[in-house]
């Protein structure tokens, strides 16, 4: 009985710190790109703007709730609510802390054995929502938006399974918190001895999450809007949250896969001053890294053709991330030997 | 408790899968699928195979539906309607329906003398048929001839895809 | 040169040149300004809100010569005006200025040979009511009734 | 919609072939990236267009109509609004075209001031397309950072004017008033921080792989087709082609000042956005000597209240940012013009949009939408 308690109030604490993380990421992300471009982002509601977030639910959540008529309407409803189910499904598996973290009840809701397999497998459901909901708006451009994130998302989740696929070799094991044990027990993150598949695996989720420069699927100034064009208010949210709740996670797997999830950074040389910060700090603060790459790289680049992507996917992450693969399992085999 | 899970899992993937085939819209169909088979990624679970149920989503949901899907709304296939569900070959297909029903209930009764149901659950038990290892062992040691032919099946059907495409392409 | 290039491609010199711009803007200075707390400087020039000048006895300067009315592009001032029975004069009885069709050119400021009519530095001219438009000669004297950024 | 009837008499595999043919896609008048109210009506195969039309005319007033009901010096602030976002090269070009129907002898002054201003409009015009044709592409940054140096500008404007944007800044005969103090400063401290942030963009863009990827081999046209379609200004000079009015044609004392006229190779998008940038730097220089070397004299040369040209017509045309903007006027003696007829480039330069487009992606139209640096203002008139 007590372990299902603490299960629930993890999951609770869990859920509650990622809407809010959500939340405060858009905020972010206005003030992040916003100081990029010399300007400020969001300063009125509230002290520097501090309350925007929640300001702009309050508006998504009050504003008129259009179902075009000609739209197949169940799908059209049913479509956000799959995106979004999917990202926040994910934090299931995703470590935030070590077994003895969070107060010695372990700082995760479960630890499978395939865990990363789960989340990736699960990720990748999230994309029939987007499709979904291009088609179900029965319009142009949601359409070949849908079309468009499809595609993208399909050929990417190939090069970024392959890519995870060298760390874990290294760790053997599919387990979030076995890969991170793995990490702490080999001294050095992963990052350093898969550093091709870590640089394939951020391109790829960059990817993953339709964020700049492979925004296609949403690209403004193309598509209008892609997939979620015909959308208004709550169900846009939805959507809306799910792309930035899918951003935490990507980063999340980066930071627990590659960059040793809650682990503080040279434990022999700062270890003995900075032990009393519990690991989930660290843990935040690597995905707070990882999100801002994301937004600086969104305020500079521009943004890649469709047949573009197709290619640097195909043609340039996948073979890099399979000879990465490859020079990985000979070397394991040949240290084995 | 896990009869109840199965039970209810089952149920529901029958439903759906009645839902696949009398819905009229073909994605409603496909959506349907994607409630098939993570009634089943459900019932794998059951099974103690995680490893076969992250799978299965990720390939038959996360590959297979969604390429569906997409061939699905490029054709914009909204305008066939229920009028085509029923073709001639009617007659056939509850033909062969029927037979497979039979076969499916004869092998449900008759099935624990065919297949020795006892011995497998044991190495469920013991081991987890389904963990990454054992499935690796499996595919690799016993079963690897099968794997490599059916490797080369699969590139024989990409190349041959690909050639389909191309030609298609060389006459725009 | 040619692997030149390639390195550079292999190790993103490229986007790395991009991001250290963004990244230095990031912590330069904001060149925002908070438009109702901060106000840019407006120019002396500026042509904005219509105004009519009065004369030290709080009378209207306009001589309602017409020269406005005929130099405008749009045809937004509307001048009435009759003679004075004793001093033999035009005196203004009605002066009409149309807001949502003025074009901001100048031209009547230029014209008027008593700088009665002058476009002001005011900028801020939103109305509720398309009525609230078309200005009185008192509301030209006066300036029109602002609304008020309320916080 | 045929297809729907045709269903149950063809088969199904011919069904498949017609339903994944051809998309067609309304492109505006709403658009964010169609630059105002232009209407692209593509034909797509899954993404590459197939068939493009232009809708054009969402955005017409009727100027020369208009032109034609007031006197000469009134319909100067319509011309403003023609290419909103160089309106001094249009008033230019207007008035220009109105001191050479009347005779009018413009002093030297003013003609300095008056190059100042209208190169002051070209920097701001390329700046304006480089920061949408970079949002077009998706370089969000860019397109900010370019306003932050068109604010500067536009500074200049209202403080020389009176008027950001529709600045009415010329009168027949010279200019309305002199420059007020600090035009000079105000004007030097632009050029001076010009240059790096002009380097700035660079940084973003010019080297970026996603930039080049995007930008190369995109659009391209031949300097033939550019030609005889009717191409001017940087469009025209991207494909190779060095004709620029104001060495072909001087005007308004631009014979006396130094500056080279940049071209591209190839003609695709990358060299009409190396062109522009260079243009940028060359308006500056141009800017420089013009502003050390201001004459003495009148900013105004006499002219009568009530301008009665003589009957006869005249074509005038300058090098506006966006090319070759020519007016064409009437007189038959009045104090009206008899007829005005506008020859604004953006209408030309729309032209070359089918051309470009066909066999390219969605993505590339609004690229080569940006390219073409077009301006509903003035296709529609």
Redesign the interface.
């Known amino acids: 009985m007590e372990f299902l308690l603490v299960v629930v109030v993890k999951i609770v604490i869990i859920l509650a710190f990622i809407s809010l993380g959500v939340a405060y990421l858009t905020y972010l992300e206005r003030k ?9 982002g969001p ?1 009125r509601v509230g002290w520097h703007g501090l309350l925007q977030p929640i300001a702009d639910g309050l508006k998504l959540v009050i504003k008129e709730d259009i179902i075009p008529t000609q739209s ?1 309407k ?2 059209f409803i ?1 479509a956000p609510v799959i995106c979004f189910l999917h990202a926040f499904l994910v934090y299931t598996f995703i470590p935030f802390d070590g077994p003895k973290g969070f107060w010695g009840y372990g700082g995760y809701i479960s630890d ?3 865990g990363l ?2 989340i ?3 990720a ?2 999230g ?2 929502g987007i ?2 909901g ?3 708006s ?1 319009s ?2 949601p ?2 938006g ?3 994130s ?2 993208q ?2 050929s990417y ?1 190939v090069a970024m399974g392959l890519a995870i696929m060298g760390p874990i070799l290294l760790a053997g094991s ?1 387990s979030m918190v076995d890969i991170v044990k793995a990490q702490e027990k080999m001294g050095v993150w992963f990052f350093v001895p898969q550093i091709v598949a870590f640089i394939i695996y951020f391109i790829c989720g960059v990817a993953e999450t339709n964020r ?2 492979f ?2 699927p949403e ?6 809007g892609g997939y979620h064009t015909e959308y208004s208010g709550f169900r846009f949210a939805l959507y809306f949250l799910a792309e930035y709740a899918n951003m935490i996670t990507v980063s999340a797997i980066a930071a627990t896969v590659f960059l040793g999830g809650w682990l503080m950074p040279f434990p022999s040389i700062l270890g003995p001053y900075l032990s009393f910060i519990p690991g989930f700090v660290w843990f935040a603060l690597k995905v707070f890294f990882f999100l801002f790459v994301y937004l ?13 992507l197709m290619a640097i996917g195909w043609k340039i992450l996948l073979p890099l991330a399979i000879a990465n693969l490859l020079v990985t399992s000979f070397i394991i085999l040949y240290l084995k030997m | 408790m896990a009869e109840i899970i199965f039970w209810s899992l089952s149920v529901i993937a029958v439903i759906f899968a009645f839902m696949v085939i009398l819905s009229k819209s073909p994605v409603r169909s496909a959506i349907s699928l994607i409630g098939v088979l993570l009634a089943f990624a459900g019932l794998y679970l059951i099974l103690d195979s995680e490893f076969i149920a992250g799978i299965q989503i990720l390939i038959y949901i996360g590959g297979i539906t969604v390429l569906y899907m997409f061939v699905i709304s490029m054709m914009r296939f909204k305008k066939i309607n229920i009028e085509t569900q029923f073709t001639k070959q009617w007659l056939v297909a509850i033909v062969s329906a029927l037979a497979f029903l039979a076969e499916v209930v004869y092998f449900a009764l008759k099935g624990k003398e065919f297949f020795k149901v006892g011995n497998h659950s044991k190495l469920v038990t013991a081991n987890g048929l389904g963990t990454i290892e054992n499935v690796g062992k499996v595919l690799y040691g016993k079963y690897v001839l099968p794997f490599e032919i059916a490797t080369v099946l699969l590139l024989a059907a990409i190349i041959g895809t690909v050639l389909l495409a191309k030609r298609e392409k060389e006459k725009m | 040169m040619r692997m030149k290039e390639l390195v550079s491609k292999v190790l993103f010199v490229d986007l790395i040149k991009g991001l250290s711009v963004t990244f230095k803007s990031m912590v330069s200075h904001a060149v925002t300004e908070q438009y109702p707390k901060e106000r840019s400087k407006i120019y002396e020039r500026f042509r904005g809100e219509p105004r009519m000048a009065v004369d030290e006895n709080g009378k209207t300067k306009c001589i309602a010569c017409n020269l406005c009315a005929m130099n405008c592009p749009v045809g937004c001032i509307t001048v009435e005006a009759e003679r004075d029975p004793e001093t033999k004069k035009r005196v203004l009885t009605r002066y009409v200025f149309d807001m949502q069709r003025c074009l901001f050119c100048g031209f009547c400021e230029e014209i008027c040979p008593v700088n009665c009519i002058q476009l002001t530095t005011d900028y801020e001219m939103s109305q509720y009511d398309r009525k609230d438009f078309v200005l009185e000669l008192n509301e030209l004297e006066k300036g029109m009734e602002k609304i008020k950024y309320k916080k | 919609m045929d297809e729907v009837k045709n269903i149950n008499k063809t088969n199904f595999a011919e069904e498949f072939v017609d339903a994944t043919e051809e998309l067609v896609l309304n492109m505006g008048p709403q658009h964010p990236s169609t630059h105002g109210v232009l209407r692209v009506i593509l034909k797509l195969h899954h993404e590459k267009v197939v068939d493009l039309d232009c809708d054009i005319g969402y955005l017409h007033r009727g100027v020369e109509k208009i032109s034609e009901t007031l006197s000469y010096k009134l319909a100067a602030p319509y011309m403003d609004r023609l290419d909103y976002i160089s309106a001094v090269s249009n008033n230019l070009a207007y008035i220009e075209t109105i001191e050479k129907l009347a005779g009018v002898e413009v002093p030297k002054k003013a003609q300095y001031i008056r190059v100042i201003l209208t190169e002051l409009a070209r920097i701001s015009s390329h700046l304006l397309w480089l920061a949408t044709h970079a949002l077009d592409i998706g370089a969000m940054t860019v397109f900010l950072y370019c306003f932050r140096e068109r604010e500067e500008i536009l500074n200049i404007f209202e403080m020389v004017t009176g008027a950001r944007l529709t600045t009415n800044a010329f009168r027949i005969g010279g200019l309305p008033q002199d420059v007020p103090e600090g035009f000079e400063k105000a004007v030097k401290d632009f050029c001076e921080i010009l240059p790096g942030r002009i380097s700035e963009y660079e940084a973003l863009l010019t080297k970026n792989r996603i930039w080049l990827a995007r930008t190369k081999n995109v659009g391209v046209i031949s300097p033939e087709d550019a030609i005889a379609i009717g191409l001017t200004g940087p469009s025209l000079r991207g494909s190779g082609v060095k004709w620029d009015l104001r060495k072909a044609h001087p005007y308004e004392s631009y014979n006396e000042f130094e500056f080279d006229i940049p071209t591209g190779e190839n003609g695709d998008t990358y060299d009409r956005y190396l062109v522009r940038l260079e243009e940028m730097r060359q308006a500056r220089r141009i800017i420089l000597q013009a502003i050390d070397g201001i004459p003495e004299g009148d900013f105004t040369a006499k002219v009568p209240k009530v301008l009665k040209p003589p009957k006869g017509e005249v074509y005038h045309s300058i090098e506006a940012p966006k090319g070759e903007l020519g007016f064409y006027v009437i007189s038959d003696g009045s104090t009206k013009p008899y007829r005005v007829k506008i020859k604004g480039p953006s209408f030309y330069n729309l032209q070359a949009l089918k051309k470009m487009c066909l066999g390219h992606y969605v993505a590339d139209v609004v690229a080569i939408i940006g390219t073409l640096d077009i301006v509903l203002g003035e296709i529609d008139r």
């Open positions: 992040v790109i916003g100081h990029m471009q010399v300007r400020l300063m197949d169940l799908m049913l499978v054995n395939v397999l789960f990736v497998a699960i990748s459901v994309v029939v499709i979904l291009g088609w179900a029965n142009k451009y359409l070949l849908s079309l468009r499809v595609a998302l399909v989740e599919l700049a420069p925004d296609l690209a403004e100034s193309e598509l209008v600086w790289i969104r305020a500079t680049f521009p943004r890649y053709r469709f047949d573009q």
